[in-house]
């Protein structure tokens, strides 16, 4: 975004690169994870954010209170 910014690329550039980072992202983390578990609960967060309007503290807190191994659902 600085490169963008300071004009040294252009705007579709930017997008070209931060499109790429974006799916080597979602590459990695569907590699780590393996699980529709966790993209359900990234799916959730998203809702509870944006459609719900809720505060970005307590949708930290749930996380971090649900992430915990004593909260853990064992399957």
């Not at 252009?10 to 529709?36: D, E, G, K, P, V």
Request: some cysteine.
């Amino acid at each position: 975004m600085t490169l963008n910014r300071k004009g040294l690329i252009r705007h579709y550039t930017h997008a070209i690169w931060y499109t790429a980072a974006l799916i080597l992202c979602l590459f990695h983390m569907w590699n780590t994870y393996q699980s529709m578990w966790f993209f359900a609960k990234v799916a959730l967060v998203y809702i509870m954010r944006v459609k719900l309007r809720m505060n970005k503290y307590l949708i930290w807190n749930i996380v971090v209170w649900g992430s915990l191994p004593e909260t853990q659902v064992i399957a």
